[in-house]
């Protein structure tokens, strides 16, 4: 009975050992791609920041609305660009991010485009509009991907395919905190109605000339600050569970030797006794 | 020469930030230099060699795609890319160059968008090795 126990026991130590040794590795791995990624963050932070800080200071100084990426429209749907991960095994980074991306276009008419096999595979079981499944590798994605997947959004934009334009990621705040977040990326931010006198801008050739070939760039240099932030956010999410699930495989494996050790005193003890009794005998 | 607030940024990361006497660069339109107490303004950029001033210095950088945007006197090169002359690799431009012009050399034999990419990739290997010159 206690032979049977203890090589039951024995088994289900090995078996925690080896998911100990994947874990691990695959915390090992995330955590020396995720360097690679927190620096092609802090790289393309500034020009992501300086982008939108930009863009929407001259769209809030702006006075002519000709450009139709200006203009606000009621009609036809809101194309979503949705950036989760390729993989699962990363807690709840694709989760989180897909959910916050549901909500957002719960009730409305809506056109997805996914980046990364999660959301592709997410977005098409349940029945929403997919656009392009083009973009289903988020680790492969090159700056030059992300321009051209702006510019044929901003195509779509100015053909009156979508009334809005809406990008759903994953901010880098740390190694430990990753926040989904939804950024509305066209229309550009409207004017803010205020008394004091603008200050005029120079536009060259013209503010519809400058606004179309500017926003294509924009949206571009957006989608891929995003993309960097959602693969490190990915790597550093799946680092923490990695590390927790080690811990985990860890606790069960001192648990289960406490158990094999007791099982084995345990025959020794019943075989000292038996031993005994039959000397007595 | 005032100097004023210059900031270049690609994806790849920041090129420059700090005070600079004047900025040439190639928009849309054509060439257009900037100084101190610039009005505000915003223009798309082509590609071209762009010149900066930095403590009555020149400094040459290949300058590719994006916008310049002057605004409130704090002046931003937002470039697709940017590189200085001294970080161009010549060998590399060239070998760029002479692939490009084997692929338009023979325009019967590739499609519309193979033609496309390499017209670009031979204009930017151009502007770099214009870029990486020593200026006469």
């Known amino acids: ?281 | 020469m005032n100097a004023y607030h210059l900031q270049i940024v690609t994806p790849d990361g920041l090129r420059f930030d700090g005070e600079a006497q004047s900025l040439l660069v190639r928009t849309t339109t054509g060439d257009v230099g900037i100084r101190a107490r610039h009005a505000n303004y915003v223009a798309p950029l082509g590609m071209g060699v762009a010149r900066v001033t930095i403590d009555g210095q020149e400094r040459r950088g290949a300058c590719v795609g994006g916008m310049v945007s002057v605004l409130k006197g704090e002046v931003r090169l937002l470039a697709t890319s940017f590189e200085w002359a001294e970080d161009i690799d010549v060998e590399r431009a060239k070998a760029a160059e002479a692939n490009a012009r084997a692929i338009l050399d023979h325009p019967d034999q590739h499609d519309a968008e193979t033609l496309e990419l390499a017209e670009g990739r031979l204009r930017r290997a151009l502007i770099r090795q214009s870029a990486a010159e020593k200026p006469q």
């Open chain 1, 1 to 281: 009975m206690a032979g049977v126990s203890m090589k039951d026991i024995k088994l289900r130590i090995r078996s925690m050992e080896s998911t100990k040794q994947i874990t691990k590795a695959m915390e090992m791995v995330a955590s020396s791609k995720l360097r690679r990624a927190q620096e092609r963050v802090l790289t393309s932070r500034p020009y992501f920041e300086a982008l939108y800080e930009t863009v929407t200071g001259i769209a809030a100084e702006n006075w002519d609305f000709s450009s139709p990426y200006v203009q606000v429209r009621e009609e036809g749907p809101v194309c979503e660009i949705v950036i989760a991960g390729d993989r699962g095994l990363a807690g709840g980074y694709n989760h989180n991010v897909i959910k916050l991306a549901q909500e957002d276009v719960k009730g409305k008419d809506a056109a997805i485009l996914p980046v990364g096999k999660k959301a592709l595979e997410y977005f098409r079981s349940h029945g929403h509009t997919v656009i392009s499944d083009a973009y289903a590798e988020a680790a492969g994605l090159t700056s030059g991907d992300c321009f051209s997947l702006a510019k044929a959004i901003c195509d779509g934009y100015r053909e009156g395919k979508y009334s809005a334009v809406r990008l759903v990621y994953t901010s880098f705040v740390s190694v430990l905190t990753q926040t989904p977040y939804v950024l509305p990326l066209l229309p550009l931010p409207a004017p803010e109605k205020h008394e004091k006198a603008r200050e005029l801008t120079l536009y060259d050739p013209s503010s519809e000339s400058v606004f179309n070939a500017i926003v294509p760039e924009y949206l571009g240099g957006l989608i891929y600050g995003a993309l960097c932030e959602s693969v490190a956010s990915e790597l550093g999410a799946r680092r923490t569970a990695m590390d927790a699930a080690t811990k985990n495989a860890e606790e069960m494996i001192d648990d289960l030797s406490l158990k094999y050790n007791r099982a084995r005193q345990g025959a020794i003890t019943q075989e000292i006794t038996e031993i005994v009794a039959g000397a007595d005998a």
